[in-house]
């Protein structure tokens, strides 16, 4: 057995590693939460300060998931209550990330639908200066006349 499969097998390493991970997942689980309130307050997705964080640690937490279905890492548990822990805090962060998507997906159409407001009242803007109709052609422009009483 080599130093690197006594590494990967021995429990107490196991139990190191997982905990490890626990404390991972509660990192970003708390980061989600955070950037979930700000989200439900209105701010935009844009201008939420954990997006970089958020985005370092779940490069962390998929590249021990890729490790572990490829089977270069084994996150063997014997303790229970670790174990149940384990699975306790992926949930947790499944359902936080799970409620991070629709806040996000929320963020993006209000996103959108300010940028349309701003770009159709740009539109209207430029319709009500522009000599050309929408055919092209020279609008006629209403005149206003008038008479005078006192000639």
Known sequence: MSAAQAKMTNPANGDVRIKSLIALIDTL???VAE???ELAKGLPAS???QVD???RLA???ERTVAECAAGTTSLTVRDRMLREQLLERILKLRGAMDENLLRLRAAIEASN???EAVMQAIREQIAAVSPYGASGR???RAVSSGTSRSA
């Open 47 to 49: 201008r939420l300060k």
């Open 29 to 31: 689980t708390a980061l």
């Open 53 to 55: 964080e958020k985005n």
């Open 35 to 37: 950037e979930n309130a």
């Open 113 to 115: 639908r300010r940028i």
């Open 138 to 140: 020279l609008a006629a």
């Open 59 to 61: 490069e962390i937490f």
